[in-house]
């Protein structure tokens, strides 16, 4: 097992370790929440500088408006979870469904691109396969028979619709994120996380995945 591998690895298991505690003890999700929503609003902003980093007007004014436009978006995230967390938990279904909607669209992807291959699905992500983003649809919809009982006012085929919306949202995140490393010519957004790089590598579609299933879900409910 190669170093890198092995620091990959190690961290996962932090991470899974965290992810648990954040969502047994309230204490840890909430300042687990805010932490990461900082972090990540610092990373992201440092890839805008790196693409706008001249001193013009214009580009001052795009740097400002991404980074208030993200700060905006990432205090929105964090309402929604802390709301769900402190007065709606019976919510909190929906956030753990789009979670885990993201990580095996992502985990799903990883797989069927590395074992299929097959073309490229867009230039600014030259390791997404149009097999890995089948791979991951296909990945998300596993959920469904396990998450059906809990979410039973929904039915079957709305359930993968619903589910689909959500892979799709995460895929266009992760693309998102890719867009803006390959813009700012960085692989990683930060080396946090070792093996992984940034909290936004790691989170990319899943900030996007949270808020668009908790919109879905409370429209079609």
């Known amino acids: 097992m190669s170093k890198e591998?092995?620091?990959?690895?190690?961290?996962?298991?932090?991470?899974?370790?965290?992810?648990?505690?954040?969502?047994?003890?309230?204490?840890?999700?909430?300042?687990?929440?805010?932490?990461?929503?900082?972090?990540?609003?610092?990373?992201?902003?440092?890839?805008?500088?790196?693409?706008?980093?001249?001193?013009?007007?214009?580009?001052?004014?795009?740097?400002?408006?991404?980074?208030?436009?993200?700060?905006?978006?990432?205090?929105?995230?964090?309402?929604?979870?802390?709301?769900?967390?402190?007065?709606?938990?019976?919510?909190?279904?929906?956030?753990?469904?789009?979670?885990?909607?993201?990580?095996?669209?992502?985990l799903g992807g990883l797989i069927f691109g590395k074992i299929f291959k097959g073309p490229k699905l867009i230039k600014i992500s030259p390791k997404k396969t149009i097999s890995g983003s089948i791979g991951a649809f296909a990945s998300s919809i596993l959920l469904i028979p396990f998450f059906s009982v809990f979410l039973e006012n929904y039915g079957f085929t709305l359930l993968i619709v619903i589910t689909l919306l959500l892979s799709l949202t995460s895929q266009s995140g992760d693309l998102f994120i890719s867009f803006v490393k390959r813009k700012a010519k960085v692989k990683n957004t930060s080396d946090l996380l070792p093996g992984h790089g940034g909290f936004l590598d790691r989170i990319d579609g899943i900030i996007f995945a949270i808020p668009v299933g908790f919109l879905l879900f409370k429209i079609f409910n």
Not at 37 to 64: H, M, P, Q
Not at 90 to 103: A, E, N, Q
């Open 5 to 106: 591998l092995k620091k990959r690895l190690y961290t996962s298991v932090i991470l899974f370790f965290l992810l648990m505690m954040m969502y047994f003890y309230s204490y840890v999700l909430i300042i687990g929440v805010i932490l990461i929503s900082i972090i990540t609003w610092i990373e992201f902003y440092a890839l805008v500088s790196k693409i706008f980093v001249k001193n013009k007007i214009k580009d001052k004014l795009l740097r400002f408006i991404y980074k208030t436009l993200s700060l905006l978006y990432l205090f929105i995230l964090t309402f929604i979870i802390l709301y769900v967390e402190a007065i709606r938990p019976d919510l909190k279904i929906i956030i753990i469904y789009s979670l885990l909607v993201s990580i095996l669209s992502d």
